[in-house]
């Protein structure tokens, strides 16, 4: 999994370090800073969270394509 900051979408509510801080940090202005862009699976579930309490919708998350199954 990886996050990624539209920088110009955070307004610095702090959502996303205060509920994330393995994840997301905060900058000398109070907005987001990610400290991982490539999330670790047993910080995936605190990426998810940040994210999805930003107002702002401003972390966005990419997942890696999952091998599809076979269907012979
Ligand atoms: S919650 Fe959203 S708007 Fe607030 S600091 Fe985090 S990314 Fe920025």
Known sequence: MRVRLDEDACVGHGR?????PEVYG?????HCRIE???VPPELEEAAQIGADNC????????RGARPRARED
């Open 55 to 62: 107002p702002e919708r401003a972390i966005s998350i990419e």
């Open 36 to 38: 991982r862009e490539e």
């Open 16 to 20: 996303c370090y205060e509920m994330a």
């Open 26 to 30: 905060e900058d000398e202005r109070g």
